[in-house]
Nanobody
Framework: QVQLVESGGGLVQPGGSLRLSCAAS????????MGWYRQAPGKQRDMVAS???????NYADSVKGRFTISRDNAKNTVYLQMNSLKPEDTAVYYC?????????????WGQGTQVTVSS
């Protein structure tokens, strides 16, 4: 089972940038599809961006053109580069790892990192 630890959150002004990192351990990182999700207070957790084992990416419409997901298999890490941040991007950001095994899709979550966009 993979363990995930996020870092890189913080307070940033509107229009600013942050890069989130998610370090994985405990399993073969290359086998996992990875994703970033976020959850604002009182709202459901939504997918922000995802990247497959083959580096195909997918983004929520609200972040297309501003956020970039990438992975470094040598470092067992997935990143989320966030540019042109808006107040509505404020949320706890969670890293997710997913893998099929025996016909079942398993997922693991990190503990989350807070991102606050405010002047």
């Amino acid at each position: 089972q993979v363990q995930l630890v996020e870092s890189g959150g913080g307070l940033v002004q509107p229009g600013g940038s942050l890069r989130l990192s998610c370090a994985a351990s405990g399993s073969d990182f290359r086998l996992y599809a990875m994703g970033w999700y976020r959850q604002a207070p009182g709202k459901q957790r939504d997918m922000v961006a995802s990247i497959t084992r083959g580096d195909s990416t997918n983004y929520a419409d609200s972040v297309k053109g501003r956020f970039t997901i990438s992975r470094d298999n040598a470092k067992n890490t997935v990143y989320l580069q966030m540019n042109s941040l808006k107040p509505e991007d404020t949320a706890v950001y969670y890293c997710n790892a997913g893998i099929y095994s025996g016909g079942v899709y398993y997922t693991n979550w990190g503990q989350g990192t807070q991102v606050t966009v405010s002047s």
